[in-house]
C-alpha cells in the first residue's frame, strides 16, 4: 500500500498551491495530500462505505489536532445507554431516553433531562421536525459545539445520523467530500500507466467496461483494429490472457481481462506477470481487470500486489424506483413492444413485470423487513420472463394469468428465494400486479402511479418521468416507517464500524481518562458480582415431579442457562487472571477483551445464548431478567399469570406445550391441532391468575402496523411508531378444522428484527383489511426489538 500512497502523495505535492509564507505552503500541500488521499480510496469504494471511511478520516483529524474531546467522540460511537428507564415524554422512546439520562453524566450535557422535561412542547417539535440536523437546537443548547449536537441527535434522532455526520463532515473539512458524484472514467484513466492497472470491481446488473471501450475508440484502440484485447476468464482462458499480456506490453496495446475472480489458481502467475510487464513494457500498454467482490473475509482471493498497485474503481447501479424502472424497461425496445400479435395484452404485462422487477431488486435496502434474505435477482429473470410472457400470449387464446405468475413468482424469480415468506411476498406481489383488472384501465402498480395503457417505447420512459411519485416507502407497499428503521440501522452500522476502527492505543474511548484494561476490568467486575448462582436442577428434578409439558419446559431453560452462565463465569475468569498476568493471555481471552471493550456479546457467550441484536450493557440487564423469570416459574412450577414469551431459549418448545396439554386433557391427536391467537384488551399487570387452559403472553412487538386495541384489529402504524407493543395475546390450542381462516393475517412471529432464521410460529390475527396489505409492508410480530 505504501508504494500505491506514495505516488499519490507526489502527484499531491505538485498539485498543492504554491505560497511564499511556509505555514500557509505546509498548509496547502497538508490540503491537498488529504483530498487526493480521500478522491483516490473513495473510487473503490461501495456507496454504503464511503461515509464509514470519511467519517472515520474527519474524526482522526480532529483528535489529531486536539479539536474534539475524546470522551464525546466516544459517547457518539459507543452509544452507552442508562438501561431500565421509562421515558416521560410522548416524543422519544425508552431507549432514546436511556441515551439521553447517559449523556447527563458528563458535565457538558447537565440538566439536558430536566430541560427537555420542562420544555417539552419545543423539544417535541424540534425532535419530530422533518430534517432536526438543519435545525436549531431549543434553548442554549442550540449554542453548543457541532460534535455535542451530534451527541444529542444520537440519542433523539438515530434515522437522521447518516444525513448529520455527512452535515459535520461538510463543515469541517469542505463540500468536496461530501459531492456524491462519481469520477468521470477519462480523469481516472489519466492516472493509470503499464505498471498502474484499472480493477474494476464489479456490482450486479453494470458493465462498466463499456466506459473502456468508449475511451478506448477515442483514443484509437478497438477490438478489430487489433490493439484491443479482451479476455473472459473462468472457460479456461488463462493460457489466451497470458499470450494477450505478452504481446500487448511489446506493441502498447490495450487488455481487458473479465471476472478473475473466477480463476483462484491462476492469479499468482497473473500477479508475477503484471509485476514483470509493469517494468520495461511499451508506455501505451494498459490492462483493465475486473473482478467480483468476496462476500467473507475468507473469501478474499485476489492477491495483494494486484489490488495495491491497481487503481480500483466501483461502479453500483442506480438507485430508486425511478432509475431502476428505466433501467427495466432499457432491456427492450420498440421491436419488443411489437413482436407479440396481443399486443394491448402483452404491453401491460411487460411494463407490470418491469415494475415488478424494480421493486423487489430495490427492495433490499429495506433490510429484513424488505427481505428476510438477500436474492441476486438480475435482468435475466426479467428477460426470460418476458419470453416466456410472449409464448404463452402466441399459443392461448385466453390470457393464463395463474400460470404467469405461477412460472415468474415460483421458477423465474422464485428460483433464487429460500424463504417461505419471501416466496409468499413475491407471489403476493403478482398477484397484485398481474390479473384481469389490468385490462381494464384500474390497475394501480402503486398508490398515485396507474399502470400505463397502450404507448410507444419512448412514450413509456416519459410516462415514468412525468407519473411516478417521489421515491418513498410507499412505491413498494410498506409504511414509511420502514424507511426510518433502514436508516436507523445504517447509522448503528456506521457507528459500529467506526467504533471498531478506531486505534487501540489512544483515540476514542482511550482519552475518557480510563484505559483500555481499566474499562475492561469494570465491566468484568460489574457481571461477576451480578451474575446469580445456577439453578440447582438435582433440587428442581425432585420437585418436578408429574413432568408436564410445561414442567418439562421449565427444566430445560433452566439447563439452558446454566450452560451459559457457566461459560460466562469460565471465561470471566479467565481473563481476570489473564489481566492480572498470572495466565498468558490466549487468543479466546483476547477476543473476549475486545468485545467487552466494544459492548460486543462474546462469541462464546453467543453460541450458547438465544438470538439477540442488543450492545453488551442492554443483553445483561436482559439476562437478569430472563434468570429472574426463570426463577420465580421454577419455585413452584406454576404457570406464571402471563408469561414473558421473549424470555425463552426456545419459545417454540412453550408453544408446542399448550398444545401437548391440551391434547392430554382431551385425548386429542397432535398433529391435528393449531393454536388460536386472541389479542385482549389488556396488559400484563392486568392479569393475576393464569387461564384455565391456554396461556397469556406478552412481551410481543409489531413491526409494518399496530393493533387497535378497541377494534380488536390491525390497521396502519403510527408515523414514527416503529413497534408499537401488542396486548397480551390469549394463546390456547384447539383443532385444525375449528382455525377461523377468514379476514386474517397470517402474521410470522420472530426472536429479532434480524428476521429469517429466527422465525418462531404464525399467528393469525384479525384484520379488515386485504391481507396482501399486510404482506407487502413486511408486518411481523417480534419478541425482542
Known sequence: MLQAFSVVFQKAVLKAQADEVLK???????????????????????????????????????????????????????????????????????????????????DEFRNLDRDMEGSAKRWKKFVESECPEKEKFPQEWKNKSSLQRLCMMRAMRPDRMTYAVRDFVEEKLGSQYVVGRSLDFAVSFEESGPASPMFFILSPGVDPLKDVEKHGRKLGYTFDSG?????????????????????????????????????????????????????????????????????????????????ENSIKITNEPPTGINANLHKALDNFNQDTLEMCARENEFKSILFALCYFHAVVAERRKFGPQGWNRSYPFNTGDLTISINVLYNYLEANSKVPYDDLRYLFGEIMYGGHITDDWDRRLCRTYLEEFIKPEMMEGELYLAPGFPLPGNMDYNTYHQYIDDILPAESPYLYGLHPNAEIGFLTQTSEKLFRTVLEMQPRDGGAGEGSGTTRDEKVRSVLEEIMEKLPEEFNMVE?????????????????????????????????????????????????????QTAIFLDLVPESWTRRAYPSMCGLALWFTDLLVRIKE????????????????????????????????MARRNEWPLDRMCL??????????????????????????????????????????????????????????????????????????????????????????????????????????????
Open 24 to 106: 500557509q505552503r505546509v498548509s496547502n500541500l497538508i490540503d491537498s495530500i488529504t483530498v487526493q488521499v480521500f478522491q483516490y480510496t473513495t473510487r473503490g469504494l461501495f456507496e454504503c462505505d464511503k461515509l464509514t471511511y470519511i467519517a472515520q478520516l474527519v474524526f482522526q483529524i480532529l483528535l489529531m489536532n486536539k479539536e474534539i474531546n475524546p470522551t464525546e467522540l466516544d459517547f457518539l460511537l459507543r452509544y452507552p445507554v442508562q438501561p431500565g428507564v421509562t421515558s416521560p415524554v410522548d416524543f422519544l422512546s425508552n431507549h432514546s431516553w436511556g441515551g439521553i439520562k447517559s449523556l447527563c453524566s458528563m
Open 227 to 307: 490493439n484491443f484485447h479482451n479476455v473472459s476468464l473462468g472457460q479456461g482462458q488463462e493460457v489466451v490472457a497470458e499470450q494477450a499480456l505478452d504481446l500487448a506490453a511489446k506493441e502498447g496495446h490495450w487488455v481487458i481481462l473479465q471476472n478473475i475472480h473466477l480463476v483462484a489458481r491462476w492469479l499468482g502467475s497473473l500477479e508475477k506477470r503484471l509485476e514483470q510487464h509493469g517494468e520495461n513494457s511499451h508506455q501505451d500498454f494498459r490492462v483493465f481487470i475486473s473482478a467480483e467482490p468476496s462476500g467473507t473475509p475468507e473469501g478474499h482471493i485476489i492477491p495483494q500486489g494486484i489490488l
Open 540 to 592: 428442581l428434578l425432585g420437585k418436578a415431579e408429574e413432568r408436564t409439558p410445561y414442567q418439562v419446559v421449565a427444566l430445560q431453560e433452566c439447563e439452558r442457562m446454566n450452560t451459559l452462565t457457566q461459560e460466562i463465569r469460565r471465561s470471566l475468569r479467565e481473563l481476570n487472571l489473564g489481566l492480572k498476568g498470572e495466565l498468558t493471555m490466549t487468543s479466546d481471552m483476547e477476543s473476549l
Open 630 to 661: 426463570l426463577e420465580t416459574w421454577a419455585t413452584d412450577f406454576i404457570l406464571p399469570s402471563a408469561v414473558w414469551l421473549a424470555g425463552f431459549f426456545n419459545p417454540q418448545s412453550f408453544l408446542t406445550a399448550i398444545m401437548q396439554a
Open 676 to 785: 388460536q391467537c386472541d389479542v385482549t384488551k389488556k396488559n400484563r399487570e392486568d392479569f393475576s391468575t393464569p387461564p384455565r387452559e391456554g396461556a397469556y403472553v406478552h412481551g410481543l412487538y409489531m413491526e409494518g402496523a399496530r393493533w387497535d386495541t378497541q377494534a380488536g384489529m390491525m390497521v396502519d402504524a403510527r408515523l414514527k411508531e416503529l413497534t408499537p407493543t401488542m396486548p397480551v395475546i390469549f394463546i390456547r390450542a384447539i383443532p385444525m378444522d375449528k382455525q377461523e381462516v377468514r379476514n386474517v393475517y397470517q402474521c410470522p412471529v420472530y426472536k429479532t428484527r434480524q428476521r429469517g432464521p429466527t422465525y418462531v410460529w404464525t399467528f393469525n390475527l384479525k384484520t379488515k383489511e386485504n391481507p396482501s396489505k399486510w404482506t407487502l409492508a413486511g408486518v411481523a410480530l417480534l419478541l425482542q426489538i
